[in-house]
């Protein structure tokens, strides 16, 4: 995986295209992969990022609980913005990890997980509509904000 991990800083566009697609290949069969491209994407530049972001995203929602366990304690903004567009780019399959992290502790990954679900639209809304009538009152208010993003003001 170090030689990809360099691959990607490579001078060749074509060189950095190949070695996302070998990285996602990797990871689709190992959460030990998996989780080294998530480690190296907290460490990296914002065009490192982009290559590392893509990478997790050809890897499938294979990825989904390791970013969403991740989001848990991840303090970086930038970095949990990584993690929402590619939770987000899985749609209904992210759903319901994504809500579940409005009970995190983590505030930050809360934003992340609504701004997700408010790119997943339409698909989230039952979900963010049960969560609206959760007894766990930052639970029920994440779903709130999500709603009216999304338009939704009655429930």
């Given at each position: ?95 319901a990890p994504l809500v579940g992290l409005f ?53």
């Amino acid at each position: 995986m170090e030689e990809l991990l360099k691959a990607i800083k490579a001078e060749n566009l074509d060189e950095r295209h190949a070695a996302v697609e070998k990285m996602a290949e990797r990871a689709r069969g190992s959460e030990e992969a998996a989780a080294q491209i998530i480690s190296a994407l907290r460490e990296a530049d914002m065009n490192g990022k982009w290559y590392l972001g893509r990478a997790l995203l050809k890897t499938g929602p294979s990825v989904i609980p390791a970013l969403i366990k991740e989001a848990e304690t991840e303090p970086q903004a930038d970095v949990l913005r990584y993690y929402g567009a590619v939770l987000a780019s899985f749609g209904k399959e992210s759903v319901a990890p994504l809500v579940g992290l409005f009970s995190s502790e983590n505030a930050a990954a809360r934003g992340m997980a609504g701004a997700a679900l408010e790119k997943i639209g339409e698909p989230a809304l039952e979900s963010l509509l049960d969560a609206a009538k959760s007894d766990n009152q930052t639970v029920k208010i994440c779903a709130g904000i999500v709603l009216m993003k999304l338009g939704v003001y009655s429930y």
